[in-house]
Structure formats: structure tokens, C-alpha cells
């Protein structure tokens, strides 16, 4: 990243210690790197190091070179907790997009895994599997990701959206403007081709109605800008144009279908 020239804060346990001496060697660091004290069980260190960024790469977690007396609370509670409040630390802080490591521990620790196939993303390891037969380290893994991924549901999106006005076409009726244009023999000149005038909490509360579960902005600030444009004239040539909750169901339909949403 320093050779791609992103500022980096990087987080360490004891900035004294001489094992991260390398780092600093690293091209452009002196100018572009900065060292954070964190731990992974202190929030507010971790959101010290995290403010000011926006994108956040999450590897920290324990890896142990043996066996570990204590799994739940050298293992599992530093790999869980620490992952959680990573992220809280980022939504705190209005970060962008986060890169997580998960690893081939969280996938392919199961009872009878497949010989024919290599194992995808879809593949998860078992956690009874993995505390059953004592491999510590894929539970750790396999329960921070599942739970980075249950918190990221619940967390997505904007806290505030602007009350904007907006103009939405579905693109089935703009293919149906253009058919219109070209055959109708009347058609002259510059069409606008919108249709519904609509403002952000309107759509939302649309959404909201048939798609509750999803996260939606918890608040609206006004907008000041209220022009919009007209489709009188393409309407007068004969256009009209289905009702907004259709396109928006529909589009959320075929989000989800194409695994653009979850
Ligand atoms: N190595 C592999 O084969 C492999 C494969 C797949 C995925 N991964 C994942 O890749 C990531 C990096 O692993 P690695 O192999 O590079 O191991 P590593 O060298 O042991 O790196 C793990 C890092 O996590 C930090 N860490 C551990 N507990 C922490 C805590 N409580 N607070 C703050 N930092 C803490 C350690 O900091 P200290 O330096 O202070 O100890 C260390 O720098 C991990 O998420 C691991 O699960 C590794």
C-alpha cells in the first residue's frame, strides 16, 4: 500500500518492540506510515488507529504456532471480539469498505468433505466439527467470520441520506420511449424521458414496506435543490410508464437475483 502511496496506520502491540523495526524501513514509510499501539480487545484503540481512514484491511487475529491452554480466551474470544469491534470502530468512523481475512480454516473444516470437487466460498467449516476435534484456531476463524458477516447485515448502509428529489425510469419503459420515438411518425425533435418525481424517504419508506429487513437510513436532512425535469411531451406522443413500486420492487428483485444484494 506504502508503494501504491496510501497513507497506512498500521496497529501494533508494543510500538517499542524491535521485531517492527522492518516496517519502518518499508519504501516511503517514513513519510506515509504511522504506527498505532492497539489490541484487538481495546476498543479504543483500535478506533484511534482506524479515524482518518477509508478503507480498512483486517488480518490482526491469533495464530498460534501450538496449542494454547486457554482456546476460548487466547483463540476464540481475541479472533471474535476483536473482529466485532474492528468493524464497530469503522462504522463509527464512516470507513468505506473494509478487507477482511478470513482463511481456508473458516472453510474446509468439515466431516465428510467432498473428494471429487476443490471447495468453494460456499463452503463453510462446521464449528461443533471443529470444537468437537480440538482445532481451536479454524473455530476462531470460522465464528469471527460468520459474526463479521452477521454484523455487516446488520450494519450496511447510510446513517443519513439526503431528502432529495429524485427522477427515477425504469428501463423497461425508456426501451418503450425509444420504440415510440422511432415509429411514431409525429415524433420530433428532443424528448425527456423520466417519469416519477419522487424524494429518497419516499423510496425508502416503499422499500421499507416490502423489504423490512434490510438497513435503511435512519434519517433524512432536506434538500434544497428542487428542480426536476419534465416528460409532458413524450407523454403526449403516447408514452406512459408503470408505478414506481413496481420498478422498485422489481429492481430489488433482480438485485438480488444477480447477487448485487444479499
Ligand atoms: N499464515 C497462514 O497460513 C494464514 C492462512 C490463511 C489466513 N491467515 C490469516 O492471515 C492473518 C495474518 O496471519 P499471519 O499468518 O500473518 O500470522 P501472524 O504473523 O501471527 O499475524 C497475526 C497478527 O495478529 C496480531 N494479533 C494477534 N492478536 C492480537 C491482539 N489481541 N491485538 C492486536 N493484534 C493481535 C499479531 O500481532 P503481534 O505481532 O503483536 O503478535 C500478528 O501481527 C490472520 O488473520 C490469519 O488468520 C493466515
Redesign the pocket.
Known amino acids: 500500500m506504502l508503494s501504491k502511496n496510501y497513507t497506512v496506520h498500521g ?4 510500538p517499542l ?1 524491535e ?2 523495526e522492518h516496517l519502518k524501513k518499508l519504501e516511503k514509510a517514513s513519510e506515509k506510515l504511522k504506527l498505532f499501539k ?5 476498543y479504543e484503540s483500535l478506533r484511534a488507529a482506524i479515524d482518518g481512514c477509508d478503507g480498512v484491511f ?6 498460534p504456532p501450538t496449542s494454547v491452554p486457554d482456546p476460548e480466551v487466547e483463540l476464540i474470544k ?2 471474535v471480539d ?1 473482529t466485532l469491534n474492528v468493524l464497530k470502530a469503522c462504522c463509527e468512523v464512516n470507513v468505506k469498505k473494509v478487507v477482511y ?5 473458516a472453510v474446509a473444516f468439515i466431516p465428510n468433505r467432498p473428494q471429487d470437487r476443490p471447495m468453494d466460498e460456499t463452503f463453510w467449516s462446521d464449528q461443533e466439527f471443529c470444537r468437537s476435534n480440538n482445532h481451536w ?1 479454524c473455530l476462531s ?1 470460522t465464528k469471527a467470520e460468520s459474526e463479521a458477516w452477521e454484523f455487516s447485515k446488520k450494519n450496511e448502509g447510510y446513517e443519513e441520506l439526503e431528502n432529495r428529489l429524485r427522477m427515477i425510469v425504469d428501463v423497461r419503459d425508456l426501451a418503450e420511449a425509444l420504440i415510440l420515438v422511432y415509429e411514431k411518425p409525429e415524433a420530433n425533435g428532443r424528448y425527456i424521458c423520466t417519469t416519477h418525481l419522487i424524494r429518497s424517504k419516499e423510496i425508502v419508506d416503499i422499500l421499507k414496506k416490502h423489504y423490512p429487513d434490510y438497513k435503511y437510513p435512519k434519517k433524512f436532512t432536506e434538500s434544497k435543490d428542487n428542480s426536476s425535469l419534465t416528460s409532458k411531451k413524450l407523454q403526449e406522443l403516447g408514452w406512459s410508464y408503470r408505478p414506481i413500486e413496481e420498478t422498485l420492487v422489481d429492481s430489488v428483485e433482480n438485485y438480488a437475483q444477480n447477487g448485487i444484494l444479499e
Not at 11 to 14: A, D, G, K, L, P
Open positions: 496497529t501494533v502491540r508494543n518492540d521485531k517492527y492497539a489490541d484487538l480487545l481495546d483486517h488480518t490482526a487475529s491469533p495464530v481475541p479472533a476483536g481475512v478470513s482463511s481456508g480454516a484456531y476463524k
